[in-house]
T-cell receptor, first 114, second 114 residues
Framework: EAGVAQSPRYKIIEKRQSVAFWCNPI?????LYWYQQILGQGPKLLIQ????????DSQLPKDRFSAERLKGVDSTLKIQPAKLEDSAVYLC????????????FGPGTRLTVL | DAKTTQPTSMDCAEGRAANLPCNHS???????VYWYRQIHSQGPQYIIH???NNETNEMASLIITEDRKSSTLILPHATLRDTAVYYC???????????????FGQGTILTVHP
């Protein structure tokens, strides 16, 4: 079974530029999550989709971050404009529909904002 | 979501059992205990979860106390590849704004040495 795919793996940009990350979840997984992990900290949930609807985006900085999951499959997370404090690893995870069961994480995208 | 408390770091000799404790004294009756680990430069990996009963799978065993206020993750024969950050998480219950949400803390850095 293929895992969660993410691209790019690494990205370096200057502040005020825009950047987008892509995630393809495990086939058949209805729920998709985006997390931000700052160095030395645990991952923090940014947004959770169930199919193509948003379940939780309470910690998403909506003035600069946006995410979509068209057709309920893959997803993109965008930052516009980026700030220095956005430097982090952005992790995508997916899980089958239902509360119980693990989330399966991708390898992440490491973003460096200069 | 109930908060968890874990030791910052632990050491274990290769081949011995690693016992990782977690306190979650404010856990609610319908909240599950989840364990994930994160090996350096990788996304978190689901290990195991439980509600009341002890659980075992091919990776680990989870022992939950009768009052559910604490739990222990057991890696029966630790190897060097088990060196990672281990996160104990109490998962939000259905129906609230934190539906299915994982809130990661700092975790325990487990170092397995030869």
């Amino acid at each position: 079974e293929a895992g969660v795919a993410q691209s790019p793996r690494y990205k370096i940009i200057e502040k005020r530029q825009s950047v987008a990350f892509w995630c393809n979840p495990i086939s058949g997984h209805a729920t998709l999550y985006w997390y931000q992990q700052i160095l030395g900290q645990g991952p923090k949930l940014l947004i959770q989709f169930q199919n193509n609807g948003v379940v939780d985006d309470s910690q998403l900085p909506k003035d600069r971050f946006s995410a979509e999951r068209l057709k309920g499959v893959d997803s993109t997370l965008k930052i516009q404009p980026a700030k220095l404090e956005d430097s982090a690893v952005y992790l995508c995870a997916s899980s089958p529909l239902g509360l119980v069961g693990g989330q399966f994480f991708g390898p992440g995208t490491r973003l460096t904002v200069l | 979501d109930a908060k968890t408390t874990q030791p910052t770091s632990m050491d274990c000799a290769e081949g011995r059992a690693a016992n990782l404790p977690c306190n979650h004294s404010t856990i609610s009756g319908n909240e599950y205990v989840y364990w994930y680990r994160q090996i350096h430069s990788q996304g978190p990996q689901y290990i195991i979860h439980g509600l009341k009963n002890n659980e075992t799978n091919e990776m680990a065993s989870l022992i939950i106390t009768e009052d559910r206020k604490s739990s222990t993750l057991i890696l029966p024969h630790a190897t060097l590849r088990d060196t990672a950050v281990y996160y104990c998480i109490v998962r939000g219950s259905a129906g609230g704004t934190s539906y299915g949400k994982l809130t990661f803390g700092q975790g325990t850095i487990l170092t397995v040495h030869p």
